[in-house]
């Protein structure tokens, strides 16, 4: 199967009102011209080898960004339309696509599109997505919500972006997005569209919505699950499911985002880092890191007013701010990364485990027509050596200096190997 320039993506999520240290509410005040400070990071992206920004909301909203009140308006704390030009100009420079996130399952008390668009329960009153007062769901049994979101989505398919991560698929009936996205897919066939699922059948999510895509929280919870509870087993079943989803689409992989705690954070040993991204750049699926996550920042998500904000920090004005701690973390993002890119067959990957105990497993991601790697995890106090079976291979990237024999892992060590020539 031909691979599509989504199926390689590599991106660098971003939520632009934390990062850019906007005010927490939209007060309708002066622009403050956020994206510029965004634009400055560019480089800094391009350098890690990443391909696109993921971006979460820029629209005119109340508070957060998934209260919308206006999809086609920039938010004034973020900037204007001019300043979106530049943004994907300048992206566009150094190779950088840009995806936009879309809220239409909901929106904002304040919404300024037709009333008459929103659902009502049998009191009359607009119904609430999962209790939010403040965020009211869209009817998406009408035919002018459809046209509404198919303009929306065209728009800025126009304006440049690439793509769109559709916030809370999982809410939205996918028969919806059956009936939108053709409609958009008319005069953007290129554009990439992925929903955010967290749980249930994920392929038959994707094959009836027509998405391109869906947001792969299964295999998130089993890698640093597994790494904290030295239970390889877990990250393989994780993993036999995530295969059968490749066969039929290209999930959006990650070991973090927006909404969950941060990686550093989560992991019990920080030794297992480099595990657990090991295994993200080395598995079938379009691989996305969130800002700051190259770092090793940590953050806590909580479920309280204000939880998400120590997930969702400011960063400087440009990267030389940043302290120096980070380059180590962030080296190790961007070789893995370009070990990602030098194979882009990984992309659609299938990954058996040859080799599975508790603490020790053979990852072997392979595209079935003789490219393959594999992916060695030792979770134990102790080096081990593993079963690699019959032919040469050599350490393409490693948690340590990856000297001697390829077969010996030091312990809570990790190693990527590529047939020897």
């Known amino acids: 199967m031909a691979l ?92 950088l696509r840009i995806v936009l996130d879309g809220v239409f399952n909901h929106v904002g008390r304040s919404f300024a599109g037709d009333p008459g668009w929103l659902r009502r329960g049998p009191d009359g009153e607009p119904d609430t997505f999962e209790g939010h007062d403040r965020l009211v769901a869209l009817d998406h049994g009408q035919e002018a919500v459809r046209a509404y979101v ?80 030295r239970n390889l087993y877990e990250l393989a079943h994780a993993l036999d499911r995530h295969d059968a989803m490749l066969e039929s689409f290209t999930p959006l992989t990650f070991t973090g985002n927006h909404d ?18 090991a295994v993200l750049f080395t598995v079938g699926g379009a691989p996305s890191v969130y800002y700051g996550d190259e770092l090793g920042l940590q953050g806590v998500k909580e479920e309280r007013e204000g939880g998400d904000d120590a997930i969702r920090p400011a960063f400087p004005a440009t990267p030389a701010d940043l302290p120096k701690q980070g380059r180590e973390v962030f080296g190790l993002h961007r070789r893995l990364i370009a070990l990602r890119r030098a194979n882009p067959w990984l992309a659609r990957a299938r990954t058996s485990v040859p080799h599975l105990a508790n603490r020790s497993a053979v990852l072997r991601s392979g595209d079935g027509s003789g490219q393959a790697l594999l992916t060695l995890l030792n979770l134990d ?40 020539p």
């Open 4 to 95: 599509s320039w989504s199926d390689q993506a590599i991106w660098w999520q971003v939520y632009p009102l934390g990062f850019t240290g906007a005010p927490p509410v939209g007060d309708g005040g002066p622009v403050r011209h956020g994206l510029r400070h965004l634009r400055s990071w560019l480089d800094h992206v391009a350098e890690l080898g990443c391909t696109g920004l993921q971006l979460g909301p820029i629209f005119a909203s109340e508070t957060h960004g998934y209260d919308t009140v206006d999809h086609f308006a920039i938010d004034r704390r973020l900037g204007d339309d001019a300043d979106f030009d530049a943004l994907v100009g300048e992206a566009g420079e150094r190779g």
């Open 150 to 229: 198919a303009s929306v989505l065209g728009h800025w398919l126009d304006r440049g972006a690439a793509g769109w991560r559709l916030d809370a698929a999982y809410a939205v009936p996918a028969e919806f997005w059956s009936e939108v996205l053709p409609r958009v897919r008319a005069r953007h066939p290129q554009a990439w569209f992925a929903g955010e699922v967290i749980h249930g059948d994920y392929a038959g999510y994707v094959a009836r919505s027509g998405l391109d895509s869906v947001t792969q929280y299964e295999l998130w919870k089993a890698i640093w699950s597994s790494l904290n509870d």
């Open 381 to 420: 106090d102790r080096p081990y050596r593993f079963p690699l079976g019959p032919g040469r291979y050599a350490v393409a990237e490693a948690g340590d200096a990856g000297a001697g024999d390829p077969a010996l892992v030091p312990a809570h060590g990790w190693r990527v190997l590529l047939p020897a």
């Open 260 to 277: 969950v705690t941060r990686l550093a954070t989560r992991l019990d040993d920080p030794r297992h880092l480099g595990h657990a991204l």
